[in-house]
């Protein structure tokens, strides 16, 4: 069984920065891929950022290409999401996710989730 714990939530103006934390309890991480993905109120949820753990390869929404950087720690087994220059549309639960069938875009890809944290950005 793979647990996810999402940290690092909170509230932050308009350009400001955050920096979200997935600590995952999982064996084998090379395996998998880690994705994060925000759900706005009234919205679906929606696919932001995702890493292959053995290669270290990423993907993003354009959305939040060139603003967002996730990035991993072998160590902590805990996958990082840095958010800079934050917007107001970014305000949103944001999930941590892990699975074994490739980095996706999608969130059927993902066979585990974590509880999420709250962004609010505050325009």
């Known amino acids: 069984q793979v647990q996810l714990v999402e940290s690092g939530g909170g509230l932050v103006q308009a350009g400001g920065s955050l920096r979200l934390s997935c600590a995952a309890s999982v064996r084998d991480f090379g395996h998998y891929c880690m994705g994060w993905f925000r759900q706005a109120p009234g919205k679906e949820r929606e696919f932001v950022a995702a890493?292959?753990?053995?290669?270290?390869?990423?993907i993003y929404d354009d959305s939040v290409k060139g603003r967002f950087t996730i990035s991993r720690d072998d160590v902590k087994i805990t996958v990082h999401l840095e958010m800079n220059k934050l917007k107001s549309e970014d305000t949103a639960v944001y999930y941590c996710?892990?699975?074994?069938?490739?980095?996706?875009?999608?969130?059927?890809?993902?066979?585990?989730w974590g509880q999420g944290t709250q962004v609010t950005v505050s325009s």
């Open positions: 890493i292959n753990w053995a290669e270290g390869d990423a």
């Open positions: 996710a892990a699975g074994t069938a490739g980095m996706g875009w999608t969130s059927d890809m993902y066979d585990y």
